[in-house]
């Protein structure tokens, strides 16, 4: 599921290359990616692009007469630009195709790698209709170690199911939470209700060190060219411990584990983060039942 480091690469790209064009025609190939019925979507026809703005892990297109489509990519939701050639339009790829956005310099086409089509869109109107599609969670860098611990021990949970919850942090997924978590050399597991004021702090900085860090590190690998969907991926070779299940950790050379429950995996070094404790899926199957959601859908729900 592209997270916010992620859903800034595009917002960036998109900028680049539509910010101030109109939006010609809107055509959609799956009416089940349409999650709102008024105004209808081909209203935001003719509008012109006036802004762009993340909202959790939502793409939004501020457009003109205060109009906003609002993207959620889902796990394999996402997009491509194809630039326009004269007098011809590229059409919407068969099976994984959802919709495309024409533009006069381009097309922006929307596709979804799954049989199970979680993409959603809405179009709305106004600020307040907007703010209804805003997360609870809180942004990390408009936020203090203090607000961040708070939202922490708000409610008791995992330390992996905190970070990842949309209703306590805004972008965070399962990829970047077990990087943060490896960052700042913390058990998945741990309780929030056991973690001392410093490892709290030490979470905070290792949260936007990490997603500031991999911002950055993408804006440099596509330098200004708009990414494919294959490079859009929770599954980078880069990455520290997500994806890395029996790979060496990169900094002490243990192999990375891993647990399963549900649709859910959790990456970790048992050396840097636990104690030299290796996390049985077993004898934590009772802890993730009623901490963690089985679903996609009720993980990112009020996200």
Known sequence: MPELPDVTIYLEALEARVLGRKLERVRIASPFLIRSVEPPVFSAEGKRVTGFRRLGKRLVLALEDEFFLVLHLMIAGRLRWEDSMPGKRPGIPGKIGLAAFDFVNGTLLLTEASSKKRAALHLVRGEAELAKHCPPGLELFEADAAAFEEALRRENHTLKRSLTDPRLFSGIGNAYGDEILHAARLSPMKQTKTLTQDEARRLFKAARTTLEAWTE???????????????????????????????????????????????????????????????????????????????????????
């Open 217 to 303: 590190r993408l804006r440099r690998a596509f330098n200004g060219r708009f990414p494919g969907p294959g490079e859009i991926t929770a599954f980078r070779p880069e990455f520290a411990a997500h994806g890395k299940f029996g790979k060496p950790c990169p900094e002490c050379g243990t192999k990375i584990q891993r647990i399963r429950y549900a649709e859910n995996e959790t990456n970790y070094c048992p050396r840097c983060q636990t104690g030299d404790k290796l996390l049985a899926d077993r004898s934590l199957s009772r802890l993730l039942k009623d901490d963690w959601p089985r679903t996609i859908e009720e993980l990112e729900e009020g996200g």
